[in-house]
């Protein structure tokens, strides 16, 4: 069914910096309160004296598109400051002898730029979350690259290390890109759009590797670095015309209290901690995989050169440009399913590596991509799952998931070298078996559907519900909750529920043979739901209020008048309950929290619409709730155009 939609108005601008969008407050659900904030506003300039190029400004009247172009420019931009990270692995003999310090001395290098990088990660990552990620990145992106020029020109060893450790600090630019995708892109496109970020992060591993033990070969290692600082600034200026602006969120909310609540959600939340032990498990196979291949590949029966041992890269390569399928696939299935899918996969081709990974050259190339698309496959679906816990807080969560993915690549490069230089290569490739044995066996001890504060089980929390209203008990509680029971519980939806109520919008329109018809954005139904309130929205959740699980259903209203009665009238927009919890009794209670609704405005009546094909519906609605169908009437609607076309009968 078409959403209800209206003008808006924009306020003059207040200065040339920001022009100020004023919002009523919402007359309905007392008992609801809008955010604090009563103004929005549109930036013209960051850090007040760069002009944002106008068609990147954040109009709430013209919410961004999230393109192809857009998706493949975020990838481009983590893969170029992913890479700094990397730069100096096949470097570390030629910086030796240049810097004259020994093996050991100069392997500090790539210890300090990954300590700075886990550094960034845990302080300055979660900045995402409370300032605006446009001027972020590109203040980000230039301290990382100015940084960068010391590195070729400095000829002492201490100000290698100081400056190495640094440009890891402010290489995290990737970790506020991935939750800025999340934000912008489609909930039915967000795993996508994730696996084409994710990707350019990946690539930028693989690529950093090829290209400096490419270059170094034939020139100076300092020309890795020369090439690097102009990727970067590359890089920024393609970020100064691609990435928009976007509204900071959890105004109010301190630095300190962003720490606090990421630690809070590291140790309260058992799908994020499920998904750090999957990421630290299956990043320790990744890296314990391609630590080792240089081992294996360099002494017999190979014994491949340093070039070529470097061009096995592009294998990667290969698999990482397999991303876009990756998250469509994901898109279409259950990120629970998804990920045991990437396990399966990365056991398979582990099972490869490990029998005949030091026999047959072929084995190994085949490792090689399987590795890559099924770990790319793990990360993009537990991300997305993770992502969908807090909107507000997904640069919080994606922290601690990178936490967790640097501890395993820790684990994996140590005790996968120790066991490779002790027993050989197929007990170092065994471990891997092992460790992704471990991930699934944790996968499956929490199932897919059950409450959000379930620790272990697979019993949906939603199923085996009462069949009436009547037996969806009312407790005394939370004012803004109305209904709650052991099965599900109704509330009215808040500003954060946005993802939710568009998930919920686009599963209705795919049931009613109409998702491309789907205009709607989280943009669009913040600012026509919370902030200028056309519409109101019920919304039913597994679970109870104290341990939620997530939207499993919706009633979307507005108010109406009827002449005749001289009363208001409430008239149902929508009504969706998810096909997998259907016959457990929402349907009928939100209709009866809808009366509820109806008899506190003094309502005449209520009315709906159905689809004349839709007889599941239209047998409910006339034998259980009794409605009598408006046959004498033809529903008629004018579109845009015909409401532009309407001008030509207006009196000059």
């Not at 065994?430 to 379930?454: D, E, F, K």
Request: with cysteine; net charge neutral.
């Amino acid at each position: 069914m078409a959403s209800v939609t209206a003008d808006e108005q924009l306020a003059s601008a207040t200065s040339p910096e920001q022009t100020e969008v004023r919002r009523e407050v919402s007359p309905s659900f007392p008992n609801y309160q809008l955010p604090e904030s009563q103004d929005r506003f549109i930036y013209r300039r960051d850090f007040g004296f760069l002009p944002i190029p106008k068609h990147l400004q954040h109009d709430p009247d013209h919410p961004h598109k999230w393109t192809l172009v857009l998706n493949i420019s975020f990838g481009v931009a983590s893969t170029f400051f992913a890479a700094n990270l990397y730069y100096c692995q096949p470097l570390l003999i030629k910086l030796a002898e240049s810097f004259g310090v020994s093996d050991s001395e100069i392997s500090r290098v790539p210890t300090l730029i990954q300590a700075g990088y886990a550094v960034g990660l845990l302080l300055i990552s979660p900045l995402g979350d409370l300032l605006r990620r446009r001027p972020l990145l590109l203040l980000l992106s230039v301290i990382a690259a100015t940084l960068s020029i010391g590195l070729p020109l400095t000829h002492s060893i201490v100000a290698f290390e100081a400056l190495s450790f640094l440009v890891g600090l402010f290489s995290v630019v990737p970790q506020i890109l991935m939750p800025l995708a999340a934000d912008l892109a489609p909930p039915e496109r967000r795993a996508a759009a994730l696996s084409i970020v994710l990707s350019g992060l990946l690539l930028g591993v693989l690529i950093a590797r090829v290209i400096s033990g490419v270059i170094a070969n034939f020139a100076s290692w300092r020309i890795v670095y020369y090439m690097a600082i102009g990727a970067q600034y590359s890089v920024v200026l393609l970020m100064y015309w691609m990435i928009p602006d976007y509204p900071q969120k959890n105004e109010g909310l301190t630095y300190f209290g962003i720490l606090w609540t990421m630690g809070k959600y590291a140790v309260t939340e058992p799908l994020l901690i499920q998904a750090v032990f999957i990421n630290l498990l299956g990043m320790a196979t990744f890296t314990n995989f391609w630590v080792t291949l240089t081992f294996l590949l360099g002494g017999p029966p190979y014994n491949y050169d340093t070039l070529i041992i470097g061009l096995f890269g592009l294998v990667g390569i290969l698999g990482v440009c397999t991303a876009p399928f990756v998250g469509r696939l994901v898109d279409k299935l259950h990120p629970w399913f998804a990920t045991i899918v990437s396990i399966i996969g990365m056991l398979i081709f582990q099972a490869i590596e490990t029998g005949a990974g030091g026999i047959n050259i072929a084995a190994v190339v085949i490792a090689c991509f399987g590795i890559d698309v099924f770990r790319q496959m793990q990360q993009v679906s537990l991300t997305t799952s993770v992502f969908g816990l807090e909107p507000t807080a997904r640069s919080r969560l994606n922290a601690v998931m990178l936490i967790a993915i640097f501890v395993g690549q820790v684990i994996g490069t140590a005790v996968g070298t120790s066991i490779f230089n002790k027993s050989g290569w197929r007990p170092a490739a065994a471990l891997s078996v092992g460790l992704s044995s471990l991930g699934a066996l944790i996968m499956l001890a929490r199932g897919p559907g059950v409450a959000r504060y379930t620790w272990i089980g697979w019993k949906r929390e939603s199923k085996g519900g009462a069949e009436t209203p009547a037996t969806v008990m009312e407790k005394e509680q939370d004012p803004e909750t109305t209904m709650s029971s052991s099965a599900f519980f109704i509330r009215p939806a808040k500003v954060e529920d946005v993802d939710s109520i568009l998930r919920l919008i686009i599963g209705l329109a795919t049931y009613e043979k109409a998702a491309d018809s789907v205009k709607a954005t989280p943009e669009l139904l913040r600012k026509n739901l919370f902030e200028t309130p056309f519409a109101h929205t019920l919304l039913a959740f597994a679970g109870s209020p104290e341990s939620p699980g997530q939207a499993i259903g919706l009633a979307m209203y507005f108010f109406n008048y009827s002449t005749w009665t001289g009363r208001p009238g409430l008239y149902l927009e929508d009504l969706y309950v998810s096909p997998e919890y259907r016959g457990t009794g929402i349907g009928k209670s939100l209709f009866a929290e809808l009366a509820k609704v109806a008899q506190e405005k003094d309502c005449a009546r209520m009315d709906w619409s159905v689809l004349k094909w839709n007889k599941p519906s239209i047998d409910f609605y006339e034998k259980t709730l009794h409605a009598a169908a408006m046959e004498e009437w033809m529903g008629m609607r004018l579109e845009e155009v015909g409401i532009e076309n309407l001008k030509k009968f207006s009196q000059v």
